[in-house]
């Protein structure tokens, strides 16, 4: 099983909401990954898990605000969002470096696309 | 991780081969080279990656140039769902865990009928 599912696929949600997107894997990877991608953009990563812990924040502001409950799971809540946030967020996971073997695939998911109004 | 640059769009006929060019001609001697691409509307998907070598696997070829400045990804038979943008990207590979990937513009690919 090679699949990242996130939930929900579509999102829309007022500046006063508090709403939370969540992410699941079953591959045993231990690195989770948000990303944010605006339209017609590339990909920025937001936030990095490993075992767990957060070990890359790349200056989001505190309204996103990520959890990693287990191995499996992966949320993002979300609280006092801009209509600028709106955007799809994916998630992805790797597999933790085993010493020579580089396992540095990311496996994403289809991504929740998000609108702040 | 080095910058790499792609031609923001190309098009290739069904059934032909699509050889996607990428340039990194500041990439350091640890840094991979690592193909995604990312269909409309659809989470990026890993392609392959290598080194030195040239690598192929079930989706595509990567030929890596013996300076190692530039690469290019062949899709051997384009089918129209080949239609996806390509990020090329250059990854450190420190040994450590967990990593940032870094996606620059890309390239569109449109394979037409």
């Known amino acids: 099983d090679t699949e990242v599912t996130q939930t929900p696929k579509h999102l829309v949600m007022g500046m006063t909401n508090k709403k939370s997107l969540k992410c699941e894997q079953h591959m045993g990877h231990r690195a989770m990954y948000w990303y944010k991608q605006k339209a017609k953009k590339p990909p920025e990563l937001m936030f990095v898990?490993?075992?767990?812990?957060?070990?890359i924040n790349e200056s989001v502001p505190s309204r996103f605000s990520p959890e990693c409950p287990n191995s499996s799971l992966l949320n993002l809540h979300l609280h006092a969002l801009q209509p600028e946030d709106s955007a799809l967020y994916l998630c992805?996971?790797?597999?933790?470096?085993?010493?020579?073997?580089?396992?540095?695939?990311?496996?994403f998911g289809p991504g929740t696309r998000l609108t702040v109004l | 991780d080095a910058k790499t640059t792609q031609p923001p769009s190309m098009d290739c006929a069904e059934g032909r081969a699509a050889n996607l060019p990428c340039n990194h001609s500041t990439i350091s001697g640890n840094e991979y080279v690592y193909w995604y691409r990312q269909i409309h509307s659809q989470g990026p998907q890993y392609i392959i990656h290598g080194l030195k070598n040239n690598e192929t696997n079930e989706m595509a070829s990567l030929i890596i140039t013996e300076d190692r400045k530039s690469s290019t990804l062949i899709l051997p038979h384009a089918t129209l769902r080949d239609t996806a943008v390509y990020y090329c990207i250059a990854l450190f590979n420190s040994g450590g865990s967990n990593y940032k990937l870094t996606f620059g513009k890309g390239t569109l690919l449109t394979v037409n009928p």
């Open positions: 898990y490993s075992y767990e812990k957060l070990s």
């Open positions: 992805a996971s790797s597999q933790e470096r085993v010493a020579w073997k580089i396992t540095d695939t990311q496996y």
